[in-house]
């Protein structure tokens, strides 16, 4: 069955990780974002990635040597661990960033530092932020309070 896994990237090296990962079959995706820069002393509209660090990777957990394959893979750390497992992240996360992603044209009013976290205004509190490790932080936060509805029963 095939599931999103969170993968840690090296900064900068986003473009280089999914070009090897696509490579070897992995699905990729990271959410980019429309964002204004000064670059030589201009203002520019410039396309950057919501999370400078992070991607998400889709592939068979059946498959134990992809685990390896992925975090031997040029650009990529290691996988996002909240414990000692890889985090699966839920597939409606995904779809909900994507669609976001589609509309990353769309300008966005600067964001309410007073908005609260949550499953369904958290994606959007994340695309509002002009900051990229601001983002990378609420983006993480959002991700370990997401609830999901697989509930893990860890007794024998």
């Not at 685990?67 to 992240?89: L, W």
Request: proline residues 4%.
């Amino acid at each position: 069955m095939k599931r999103w896994y969170l993968v840690y990237c090296k900064r900068n090296e986003q473009l280089r990780a999914y070009q090897h990962l696509t490579n070897q079959s992995v699905e990729c995706f990271y959410p980019k974002i429309k964002v204004m820069k000064t670059i030589k002393s201009k203002i520019q509209l410039v396309e950057e990635p919501l999370s400078p660090s992070y991607m998400f990777v889709s592939f068979d957990d059946q498959q134990s040597l992809l685990f390896s394959a992925i975090r031997s893979t040029r650009g990529v750390v290691d996988f996002v661990r909240f414990g000692a497992y890889p985090k699966e992240v839920p597939a409606e996360l995904v779809a909900a960033l994507k669609s976001y992603d589609s509309l990353s044209d769309r300008k966005f009013a600067p964001i309410d530092r007073g908005v609260e976290m949550n499953n369904n205004g958290g994606i959007e509190v994340v695309f509002k932020e002009t900051c990229g490790e601001r983002r990378e932080y609420l983006f993480l936060q959002m991700l370990y309070q997401y609830k999901s509805d697989v509930v893990v029963n860890n007794e024998n």
